[in-house]
């Protein structure tokens, strides 16, 4: 299983940003699909993630009404629109995946066995 992120880079606040995930070796069936973010100095965290079986998404609280997760493409790719990003937003970005995922889910990402390498998000004012 890969997990390749792409669309991370630098933005100002007001702007935009989308990031893509494209999946390898594994299939919606089952699998959760998410969002996860770390800043320096800081643990990580769940940002979005969305059940692919039900549909359900979930939002950590800070970026409710200005990220949109969503599944794009035929199959193993998912996306998060950052809409409005805040200085706070700046950290590493990951992808990550999971069969087994339990709701509400661990915000640390425990239950998420794939890991994407990360791209880079900074947001400057």
């Known amino acids: 299983v890969q997990l390749v992120e792409s669309g991370g880079g630098s933005v100002q606040t007001g702007g935009s940003l989308r990031l893509s995930c494209a999946a390898s070796?594994?299939?919606?069936?089952?699998?959760?699909m998410g969002w996860f973010r770390q800043a320096p100095g800081k643990e990580r965290e769940l940002v979005a993630m969305?059940?692919?079986?039900?549909?359900?998404?979930v939002y950590v609280d800070s970026v409710k009404g200005r990220f949109t997760i969503s599944l794009t493409g035929p199959t193993n790719m998912v996306a998060m629109q950052m809409n409005s990003p805040k200085p706070e937003d700046t950290a590493m970005y990951y992808c990550?995946?999971?069969?087994?995922?339990?709701?509400?889910?661990?915000?640390?990402?425990?239950?998420?066995?794939?890991w994407g390498q990360g791209t880079q998000v900074t947001v400057s004012s």
């Open positions: 990550a995946a999971g069969l087994r995922v339990g709701y509400p889910p661990s915000l640390g990402g425990d239950d998420f066995a794939y």
């Open positions: 070796g594994l299939t919606y069936n089952g699998n959760s």
């Open positions: 969305i059940y692919t079986g039900s549909g359900r998404i």
